[in-house]
């Protein structure tokens, strides 16, 4: 059982930053990224770890958004800056125990989330 505990979402205006972390139980061996998901939308992935410790973005974010790992201290982080609205999402962080394609598979472990509002 991964435990995963989000933090640093918040309210800001378009243009500028959040960082946000997410404090693992464990992360070594795992597919590791963070997800987003607005009411009424499907879930996205916004960024991850593929297997070869590379970053892997999705389109809309490529160039904003920065995921890095700590795995000596089991912290995943989201630098996001150049925020937009269209980025208010719930943030998600999760793991699985495969990639395929490069992006996490079978999300199976997930954190409660943090909200992140982008106002125009």
């Known amino acids: 059982q991964v435990q995963l505990a989000e933090s640093g979402g918040g309210s800001v205006q378009a243009g500028g930053s959040l960082r946000l972390s997410c404090e693992a139980s464990?992360?070594?061996?795992?597919?590791v990224g963070w997800f987003r998901q607005v009411p009424g939308k499907e879930r996205e992935a916004v960024a991850n770890i593929d297997s070869w410790n590379r970053p892997v973005y999705a389109d809309s974010v490529e160039g904003r958004f920065t995921i890095s790992q700590d795995l000596a201290r089991n912290i995943l982080t989201l630098q996001m800056d150049a925020l937009r609205p269209e980025d208010t999402a719930m943030y998600y962080c999760?793991?699985?125990?495969?990639?395929?394609?490069?992006?996490?598979?079978?999300?199976?472990?997930w954190g409660q989330g943090t909200q992140v509002t982008v106002s125009s």
């Open positions: 464990e992360m070594a061996g795992y597919c």
């Open positions: 999760a793991a699985a125990l495969e990639w395929r394609g490069g992006r996490c598979a079978s999300l199976k472990y």
